[in-house]
């Protein structure tokens, strides 16, 4: 071996190594002079970072699991071999169907309703024409008098049919009193465009002012957590107000959907289990003018009770979160989701503080750390931490030995008087 060539282990290079200390005397003893840790502890970190980025980008998208709910609420569902007759219910409802469409759908509707009715009273206007002979290609002496004045073509009558239903009144042409059948069709256009132009307005209005929207304004944290809340084992989430006014009535939940075997051997696919949330005033009617933090007892009665630290990323489960309240600008009720799967459940770990006090005198919450995250010690499970409490419970009590037997002893006085 070559004087001052460096050698490079393979503990060294994959990590292998247990500490800055035994890396330094493995190099010292191999290589005849010291080299500073430091170099060895950003190689391994180095290459333990580009080994889990490998990991996450090639494999990250198969290890994926299916969601129900996204992050952002939307539901992960498709209805598949639908009956005809049944998607003629949706046209039942046609106000819901319309407030329901994609904003492209819909306002494809709006432009052709519009259009539509416009060229088909053109057409309209255009035959009323036609068969009074008002038309130019008729040759009408100079005393007669048209049902509509001005009408020389189709692109006349479709802008008539476009001034009457618009109400622009141009003044240039005009419905005479000569044709019944023009003043019927000026009445009966006159009606549909009121009703074409109240229904598309008020779904458009309608639509931008769903609760909805509002719910976009309310977001959950990016991570449950597990840890000891008041001497008991909790699941806790994050929620915040994005906006100044208050959610009235607000009421937290959760469901837990899962895949369950009955003990008559039936396979039930999203199974939900109650998953009663609260925080340190209820869990309902909420002030919610900061962020909370909405916590779930692990207790007896919790699904999440036989789970432990290592063994939660192998669970199978979904947990969907539900916000209902009433949003106070409109009196709308409105409802936020979202969702938790196993690899976005923290075990031993805490959310980091987010309100804070200024020198003014102001409350200040700090967004940066929403999402924040600080680990803690915690129980390894929950059965853990209640044997624990059991066993210190067991230490103040006293218990009959069943083994011990006490027998009475006679006492004779061996001194006479």
Known sequence: MLRGQQTWLPSQVFGWTSSPESCVGEWTE???FRLNCQISVLTERMFKHLRKWFVTRFFGRSR????????????????????????????????????DLKWRYKMTIFITAFLGS????????????????????????????????????????????????????????????QCGTAIFLLIFQSILGVIINSFMCGAILAKISRPKKRAKTITFSKNAVI???????????????????????????????????????????????????VVDAGNENLFFISPLTIYHVID??????????????????????????????????????????????????????????????????????????VEVETPHCAMCLYNEKDARAKVKRGYDNPNFVLSEVNETDDTKM
């Not at 084992?233 to 006014?245: D, E, G, P, Q």
């Open 300 to 373: 007896h009665t919790s699904p999440f009770f036989h789970m432990a630290a290592e063994t939660l990323p192998q669970q199978d489960f979904e947990l969907v979160v539900f916000l209902d309240g009433t949003v106070e600008a409109t009196s709308a009720t409105c409802q936020v989701r979202t969702s938790y799967v196993p690899e976005e459940v923290l075990w031993g770990y805490r959310f980091a503080p987010i309100v804070s006090k200024t020198k003014e005198g102001k409350y200040r919450v700090d967004f940066h750390n929403f999402s924040k995250t």
């Open 64 to 99: 994926r699991r299916a969601r129900l709910v996204s992050k952002d609420g939307r539901c992960n569902i498709e209805f598949g071999n639908v009956e005809a007759q049944s998607r003629l219910i949706f046209f039942v409802d046609i106000w819901t169907t319309v407030l």
């Open 118 to 177: 416009w060229f088909f009273f053109g057409l309209l206007w255009y035959v009323v024409a036609y068969i009074h002979k008002d038309l130019p290609e008729f040759h009408p002496p100079a005393n007669h008098t048209p049902c509509v004045e001005h009408i020389n073509g189709l692109t006349s009558a479709f802008l008539f049919s476009l001034e009457t239903q618009v109400t622009i009144g141009y003044g240039f042409r005009c419905v005479t009193e």
């Open 30 to 32: 191999l290589t005849g």
């Open 227 to 277: 840890s000891k809340r008041g001497g008991k084992l909790c699941l806790l989430i994050r929620v915040a107000n994005l906006r100044k006014s208050l959610l009235i009535g607000s009421h937290i939940y959760g469901k837990l959907l899962r895949t369950t075997i009955t003990p008559e051997g039936e396979t039930i696919i999203l199974d939900q289990i109650n998953i009663n949330f």
